[in-house]
């Protein structure tokens, strides 16, 4: 699942620290995530990704763990479920 690429339908993403992958966000742009980890027993992050050829940036967003929902650019996400290993997520329709 590493380098899947979601669309417009709807599929749990699945991801284990340090995996990633990319939602497409519109029509040519797609966003890059990677799953970092609870950095303590309530708090999780993600790393975002923007980048094309040999520029690009990526930064770090945290979350509660009872935290439903994040948003990501133009994209919102379900968290479905949150553990030390593994997220798995839900894009809104």
């Known amino acids: 699942m590493m380098k ?3 669309g417009n339908i709807s599929n749990d993403i699945s991801l284990k620290v340090g995996e990633k992958t990319k939602i ?3 029509f040519l ?9 609870m950095i303590s027993r309530d708090i999780f992050s993600v790393s975002v990704l923007y980048g094309t050829g040999n520029q690009g940036f990526s930064y770090n967003l945290y979350y509660q763990k009872d935290t439903k929902s994040i948003k990501v650019g133009n994209e919102s996400l ?3 479920e949150i553990s030390t290993d593994h997220l798995i997520l839900r894009k809104f329709e």
């Open 4 to 6: 899947d690429t979601y």
């Open 24 to 26: 497409k966000s519109g």
């Open 29 to 37: 742009n797609s966003i890059t995530l990677i799953y970092s980890g």
């Open 78 to 80: 379900s968290i479905i």
